[in-house]
Every structure is written in structure tokens, then in C-alpha cells.
């Protein structure tokens, strides 16, 4: 696997639970942020500044119901395994529904104990 200058690399302790909100999120929005022939964009963003991360997943469709999201415990299975997700990398998520919904989610890259980077 190639790696170029000026690109950062997520760890794996990083990437794969990245990966999992991901797919849970756009998941979410195509399933549910489009309904009936609705056409829409789906965002996807990853941001690495000194040690810190952004990740964020946007859709500009219909919204969801804010309970679904602010009450651990409230939401669909996916959601809460997104909130899982986010607190094994101790980050802060953020919901908005501005113009569709958009996930932010800020952290620190995951570091195993013992583990080095590449």
C-alpha cells in the first residue's frame, strides 16, 4: 500500500470504526433521507489538523426526528452503534439538521497501548 507525502493515514484503532459510522450513516441516509424518487447529495469529509480529526457525514434530505438522536438509548440500533463508535474513539459527536443532517464527530487519533504508527 502506497503512501503519499502530505496525505495522512488513519491507524487501524482509527479506521475501522471511522469506516462502520460511515456505512451506518450513509445507510441511514439512503434509506431514509430521500424518500419516494427524492434526488439529493450525500457528503462524506475526513480532516486530519496536527492531531486532531474531523470526520463529517451530510445529506441535504428530509431530516430526522431530533429525539432519535439526542437520547442515548432513543435512537435505531444504528445510531446508537454510531454513538458507540464515537465514545470508543473519545470523540464529540454533533447532530445538525440544517438543510438535511449533517455528523460531526472531532477526535484524537486511537492509539492501542503499545501500538506505533507507520
Do not use: W
Not at 486530519?48 to 428530509?62: A, F, I, K, P, W
Not at 431530516?63 to 432519535?68: A, D, E, K, N, P
Not at 445510531?79 to 439538521?97: C, I, K, M, R
Amino acid at each position: 500500500m502506497g503512501h503519499r507525502s502530505g496525505v495522512g493515514v488513519p491507524g487501524h484503532g482509527t479506521a475501522i470504526p471511522c469506516g462502520l459510522i460511515v456505512n451506518e450513516l450513509i445507510t441511514n441516509s439512503i434509506k431514509y433521507a430521500f424518500p419516494g424518487q427524492r434526488q439529493g447529495t450525500i457528503g462524506v469529509e475526513f480532516k486530519q489538523t496536527g492531531e486532531r480529526n474531523r470526520l463529517v457525514v451530510s445529506d441535504d434530505g428530509v431530516g430526522m426526528s431530533t429525539s432519535r438522536h439526542e437520547e442515548p438509548g432513543s435512537g435505531s440500533l444504528g445510531l446508537n452503534l454510531v454513538n458507540s463508535l464515537s465514545e470508543q474513539l473519545d470523540g464529540d459527536p454533533v447532530f445538525s439538521e440544517i438543510n438535511g443532517t449533517t455528523f460531526t464527530l472531532t477526535f484524537r487519533e486511537y492509539r492501542e497501548a503499545g501500538a506505533h504508527g507507520f
